[in-house]
Nanobody, 113 residues
């Protein structure tokens, strides 16, 4: 079992930044198996970003150049740094472990003036 808890969401103005955190606990071998997803209102959940096992950043086209990730293996934390946010980034953001197919509860991000 792996537990994932997201935090850091909120309301931000267009052009602003947020840092999301994902606390990972339980039976996890490598937190690089954790990726970020999001689900906007009325849309399907979509993959956003992850770190490869070589720590290379992989990002979806809509967020490339604006979002980045880091991980802290000692603390079992995964972070999503979101810059230059637009209203299209409004969504519930989730972290997901691909090995166990575990999901967090999500954290809401709203980008609005």
């Amino acid at each position: 079992q792996v537990q994932l808890v997201e935090s850091g969401g909120g309301l931000v103005q267009p052009g602003g930044s947020l840092r999301l955190s994902c606390a990972v606990s339980g039976d996890i071998n490598n937190i690089n198996s954790v990726a970020w997803y999001r689900q906007a209102p009325g849309k399907e959940r979509e993959w956003v970003a992850q770190l490869s096992h070589g720590n290379n950043l992989l990002t979806a086209n809509p967020v490339r150049g604006r979002f980045t990730m880091s991980s802290d293996h000692a603390k079992n934390m995964v972070y999503l740094y979101m810059n230059n946010l637009t209203p299209d980034d409004t969504a519930v953001y989730y972290c997901h472990d691909s090995i166990t197919d575990s999901w967090g509860q999500g954290t809401q991000v709203m980008v609005s003036s």
